[in-house]
C-alpha cells in the first residue's frame, strides 16, 4: 500500500513562529501536494512539486513556501504563522503524468495558530 | 479555470436508504474525475474514479458514480447506506494527467440509525 505520512497530527504554534510541516512518502510518486482544509471550501492547493527541487505554486499560496530536496520529502513552511493560517492541512502525491493517476493522502496534521 | 461544485454541504438519511451525493465540473478537456471519502480524524481515500470508457464505474464499499457529459456532472450513488459510511465526501478533477486536483467543497453526510 502506498503510505503518505505527515509527522504531525497535532501542532499548536504561536504567531510569528517559524513552523515546518513534513511529509513523506514511500512509493517513489514524482508529485507530491500540500492542501489546506477549511469547513466550506474544501481542499485548496498551496504548492505542488512535479520533481525534486521543483516547486508550483497552487491557488493560494501566500504566506507559505515548500522544499523538495528528495524526492520522497516535501516540506511545508510557514515563514511567520499567523492566526488565519490555522487549518487542516493535507499532503498528498500521485504517481507522474499518468491518465487516471490519483492522490494519495497522509492523515493530515491539524495546526493551530495561537 | 477549472472548478468543482457539490451542491449539498450536509445530507441525512436512514440507514438502508438510498444515497446520492451530487456534482458538477468546469474543465475545458476530457476530464478526469474522483470521489474521495474523510472519516472524521483521518486523510481522503479514493473511492472511484473515471478518465474514460464506461461512464458507470463502480468503486468501493459499494459506491458507483455516472459521468454525464452533457449535464458535466458526475453523481456518486449508492443502494443502501451504512450507519459506517457517515463521512465527508468529495469530488475531484484532475487537471495536468494528475499534476494537481481541484477539490469540491464537500459534502457532509450523516446516518440516522
Known amino acids: 500500500d502506498v503510505k503518505v505520512t505527515q509527522s504531525s497530527r497535532y501542532l499548536v504554534k504561536r504567531t510569528g513562529e517559524k513552523v515546518f510541516l513534513e511529509c513523506v512518502q514511500d512509493?517513489?510518486?514524482?508529485?507530491m501536494f500540500w492542501y489546506r482544509q477549511d469547513p466550506g471550501l474544501g481542499l485548496r492547493l498551496i504548492y505542488f512539486?512535479?520533481?525534486?527541487?521543483?516547486?508550483e505554486k497552487g491557488d493560494i499560496p501566500e504566506g507559505y513556501s515548500v522544499s523538495r530536496e528528495k524526492k520522497e520529502r516535501f516540506s511545508l513552511i510557514l515563514e511567520s504563522a499567523s492566526t488565519n493560517q490555522t487549518s487542516m492541512y493535507l499532503c498528498?502525491?500521485?504517481?507522474?503524468?499518468?491518465?487516471?493517476?490519483?492522490?494519495?493522502f497522509g492523515q493530515g496534521t491539524r495546526l493551530t495558530v495561537v | 479555470a477549472q472548478s468543482v461544485t457539490q451542491p449539498d454541504i450536509h445530507i441525512t438519511v436512514s440507514e438502508g436508504a438510498s444515497l446520492e451525493l451530487r456534482c458538477n465540473y468546469s474543465?475545458?478537456?476530457?476530464?478526469?474525475l474522483f470521489w474521495y471519502v474523510q472519516s472524521p480524524g483521518q486523510g481522503l481515500q479514493l473511492l472511484l474514479k473515471?478518465?474514460?470508457?464506461?461512464?458507470l464505474v463502480q468503486g468501493i464499499k459499494g459506491f458507483e458514480a455516472e459521468f454525464k457529459r452533457s449535464q458535466s456532472s458526475f453523481n456518486l450513488r449508492k443502494p443502501s447506506v451504512h450507519w459506517s459510511d457517515a463521512a465527508e465526501y468529495f469530488c475531484a478533477v484532475a487537471r495536468n494527467y494528475g499534476q494537481n486536483f481541484v477539490f469540491g467543497p464537500g459534502t457532509r453526510l450523516s446516518v440516522l440509525p
Open positions: 498528498a502525491s500521485s504517481f507522474g503524468r499518468e491518465e487516471g493517476t490519483e492522490a494519495f
Open positions: 473515471y478518465f474514460s470508457g464506461d461512464t
Open positions: 474543465y475545458g478537456a476530457t476530464p478526469y
Open positions: 512539486s512535479y520533481d525534486v527541487k521543483m516547486k
Open positions: 512509493m517513489d510518486h514524482e508529485n
